[in-house]
C-alpha cells in the first residue's frame, strides 16, 4: 500500500500521539524524528516495526511471536541500523553506520548510529572510531572552525552527535532538501577501498609462474 500525503500526516500523529504517554525521555526528539519521515521512510518504518494500518489509515499493532518492547514502542534508529528505512550513509563497519542528519544544525551535521539498541554507557569502540573518520573528513571537506561531539540516547537507542561549528553562524535547526542532503553524502562518504589492484597483481604474479616448466631445471644466478 503506498501513503497519500494525507495518510501519511494522519499516521504521524498517531504515533506521535503513542509517545506522548510513553514514559520516555527525549520525547521532543522522537517526536521530530518521526515528523521527519516521508512516506517511503515511514511506509518502512511501519514494516520494520510490523505496524499495520487499516483502509481508514488507523494503526493496527499485531505482536508477533517473541514480541518485544519495541512493536509498541518503535524506535526509528533500529530501522535506519537495519537498511529498514532510508537514510543518507557516510560510512559503517561490523558495531555502527554514520548518516547525515536530515535536519541538521549546521552544515555536516552527522550521527553515529550503533547498530544495536543499546544504552549510551555501552556504546562499542567502533562506534567510536568511526566518529573520529566521520569528523577528520568533515574537517578536510568542509574545513569548519570546531567541531562537537556529543552523546546522547532517543528511545533507548544510544547516538553520537557529530556538530560542526563554523564562525558566525549560529547552531540551528533546517531541513535540507534532497539535492542539498545527497550533494553533502557525495562530499563526506567514505568509500571502501577497492582491491582489484592487488589482486591484478596476484593474478599477473601467478600467470608468470605458471609458465615455468615445473620439470625444467631451475637456474639461479650468482652475482660474485
Known amino acids: 500500500m503506498t501513503l497519500t500525503p494525507e495518510q501519511s500526516e494522519q499516521i504521524k500523529e498517531q504515533l506521535i500521539a503513542q509517545i506522548e504517554k510513553l514514559p520516555q525521555e ?3 526528539e522522537i517526536k521530530q524524528h518521526i ?7 515511514l511506509e518502512e518504518f511501519l514494516k520494520q516495526n510490523k505496524i499495520k494500518i487499516s ?5 493496527l499493532q499485531e505482536p ?5 518492547k519495541q512493536t ?3 524506535c526509528i534508529f533500529c530501522a535506519i541500523a537495519g537498511n529498514q528505512v532510508p537514510s543518507y550513509k557516510l560510512a559503517e563497519n561490523k558495531k555502527a553506520v554514520a548518516i547525515l542528519e536530515i535536519n541538521p544544525l549546521s552544515r555536516g ?7 544495536e539498541h543499546i544504552k549510551t554507557e555501552k556504546l562499542p569502540k567502533p562506534a567510536l572510531s568511526l566518529a ?3 569528523i577528520k573528513i568533515i574537517k578536510t571537506k568542509l574545513k569548519p572552525e570546531d567541531i562537537k561531539m556529543e552523546t546522547t540516547s532517543i528511545q533507548g537507542h544510544s547516538l553520537i552527535n557529530i556538530i560542526p561549528i563554523y564562525k558566525n553562524e549560529k547552531l540551528e535547526k533546517r531541513q535540507l532538501n534532497e539535492s542539498e542532503l545527497k550533494q553533502l553524502q557525495s562530499k563526506l562518504e567514505i568509500k571502501k577501498r577497492s582491491s582489484r589492484k592487488t589482486d591484478s597483481k ?3 604474479k601467478n600467470k608468470s609462474q605458471n609458465l615455468i616448466d615445473p620439470h625444467l631445471p631451475q637456474i639461479s644466478f650468482r652475482i660474485p
Open 72 to 74: 509498541t514502542n518503535p
Open 109 to 115: 551535521h552527522s550521527m553515529i548510529v550503533p547498530l
Open 202 to 204: 596476484k593474478q599477473t
Open 64 to 68: 508477533a511471536k517473541g514480541t518485544s
Open 55 to 59: 483502509e481508514s489509515g488507523q494503526l
Open 35 to 41: 515528523l521527519e519521515l516521508n512516506e517511503e521512510q
Open 132 to 134: 573520529q573518520k566521520i
Open 26 to 28: 527525549n520525547k521532543q
